[in-house]
């Protein structure tokens, strides 16, 4: 059997209290949302977010634990279904968005990230369950930026 409809596998980096967003446009509205997209049919999705983070941030990840499963959704910014999966994830490294990728990714306080309408619920729900398994509170403060197309 193949992967459901529109499968999509998310990673939730946190580090130093921060977790990294990409800030990008969907369907041509500006959205925060968290490196990862398309599982390929020939794909788990751990194998697709590790493709999809090497993609987007240049990083090496090593999948933590599933956060969130919420089954198939409507996205409030397409309109249209989609079955998004979302990990914790670790890296070491820094993020470098690659040249012809029309993101900037950058570390944010998780209160900022949790409190945005920029932010669809499924993210939200993932970052509360890896602030839980890390211990931690989603605290609310500036950003600061890592890397800019």
């Known amino acids: 059997m193949g992967n459901p409809q529109n499968y999509r596998a998310y990673g939730v980096l946190l580090r130093n209290r921060t977790v990294l967003v990409a800030a990008e446009h969907v369907d041509g509205l500006f959205v925060w949302k968290y490196p990862g997209g398309g599982v390929a049919d020939h794909e788990t999705a751990e194998e697709a977010l590790v493709r999809e983070f090497r993609e987007e941030t240049q990083l090496e990840i090593s ?3 599933e956060l969130h499963d919420p089954g198939t959704l409507i996205s409030p910014w397409t309109r249209k279904a989609y079955t998004p999966v979302y990990f914790l994830v670790d890296s070491p490294g820094e993020p470098r968005v690659p040249e012809g990728e029309e993101i900037e990714m950058t570390f944010m306080q998780p209160g ?3 409190e945005s309408d920029l932010v669809a ?3 939200k729900a993932a970052l509360r369950t890896a602030l ?3 211990g931690e509170s989603a605290g609310r403060g500036q950003r600061r930026r ?3 197309v």
Do not use: F, N, T
Request: hydrophobic share 55%; no cysteine.
């Open 132 to 134: 839980a398994l890390h």
């Open 146 to 148: 890592s890397s800019k």
């Open 121 to 123: 619920a499924p993210e």
């Open 63 to 65: 999948i933590v634990a």
């Open 112 to 114: 900022q990230v949790l």
